[in-house]
């Protein structure tokens, strides 16, 4: 016999046999108890890694409707392999569900680099890609439809890749990741990186000798 006690959160779980040959879903609201006769219980608080537990059973769902059908909201759905969520009730569009984050929720792995998507709970420090650019995720969260990056400076910061001035060094900037035995000028004097960090404004290197040393 397995339990859940009392989360904090609303959490998702499934609860199967060792091979998966019965697997039971359920949504475990705040203080409630979830018991069950299965001796495999897996939970989360994230829709999205909750779509990553039960992947590999994709079989037991339904498929997507097709173009133009109706998806009911809440109805976990297999999908390209994996397992998506409606968040609401629509008639299925010609988009991919990761394309359309109001319509679906959906999981991509925590690989940095990927493209930024709603639904998704990430780490600090994890990189996204939105709009063509990259940004490094400097507070753990989990991603909404209406804080993309470039309207969440609370959440991300983007991340510049460096443009090496010629001749010399590059410029000091803001927003820069940089990395131990980088070389950058401030306001005419070089200074070398210690600490790999992402540069800010108001770090600028003769203020934080626990990051910068100059030359």
């Given amino acids: 016999m397995s339990e859940i006690k009392k989360p904090k959160n609303r959490t998702f779980a499934i609860a199967r046999s060792a091979d998966g ?9 705040p203080n409630q108890v979830m018991t069950t006769g299965q001796p495999v219980v897996e939970q989360t ?5 909750y779509l990553n537990l039960i992947a590999p059973y994709v079989s037991k769902l339904p498929p997507l ?4 059908e109706q998806v009911e909201r809440g109805t976990i759905y297999a999908h390209d392999g994996g397992a998506v969520m409606a968040r609401q009730r629509h008639r299925r569009t010609s988009h991919a569900p990761k394309d359309v984050p109001a319509l679906f929720t959906t999981y991509q792995g925590t690989a940095d680099g990927l493209a930024w998507i709603a639904g998704e709970k990430l780490g600090l420090g994890t990189l996204r890609k939105y709009e063509g650019e990259t940004y490094r995720a400097i507070q753990a969260h989990t991603t909404q439809s ?12 983007k991340v510049v890749e460096a443009e090496p001035d010629e001749p010399g060094y590059p410029e000091f900037k803001a927003g820069i990741a940089v990395e131990v ?3 950058y000028t401030y306001q005419g004097i070089e200074y070398e990186v210690v600490q790999s960090h992402t540069t800010a404004a108001h770090w600028p290197p003769p203020s934080v000798p626990a990051l910068w040393s100059p030359l």
């Fill in 65 to 68: 409707p097709d173009e133009g």
């Fill in 146 to 157: 209406d804080w993309q990056p470039p309207n969440a400076p609370a959440l991300w910061e």
């Fill in 45 to 49: 608080e994230s829709e999205a890694e």
């Fill in 181 to 183: 035995g980088d070389i």
């Fill in 21 to 29: 040959s019965v697997l039971h879903r359920v949504t475990i609201a």
